[in-house]
């Protein structure tokens, strides 16, 4: 018999994505001090649409619940410039 997950929906919102993977560990680390859920997946990008991505093989997406959707983007507005400007925020 199948367990049954109740009202458990999987409901996530994208928080941000990069082609960077230094970029994506640098935000989850900083979800991860303030204790926020998330999750990251990677997804390869097609050969003829990498020019759409400067070349890059591989996009990262971090997804938030919509309930902490706007502590996770405090935390990721907090983070040094320098690595705030290779993620592409969304706007939820």
């Not at 996530?12 to 680390?29: G, M, Y």
Request: aromatic share 10%; charged share 35%; hydrophobic share 30%.
């Amino acid at each position: 018999m199948p367990k049954k997950l109740g009202k458990y929906r999987d409901d996530d919102i994208e928080l941000c994505r990069t082609t960077n993977r230094r970029v994506s560990s640098e935000a989850v680390q900083a979800l991860l001090e303030e204790r926020i859920p998330f999750t990251k997946n990677h997804k390869k990008i097609p050969f003829y649409k990498r020019e759409q991505y400067q070349g890059a093989s591989e996009l990262w997406v971090i997804s938030t619940s919509p309930r902490r959707y706007g502590q996770a983007r405090r935390v990721i507005d907090r983070m040094e410039q320098v690595y705030r400007d290779r993620l592409v925020l969304s706007n939820f």
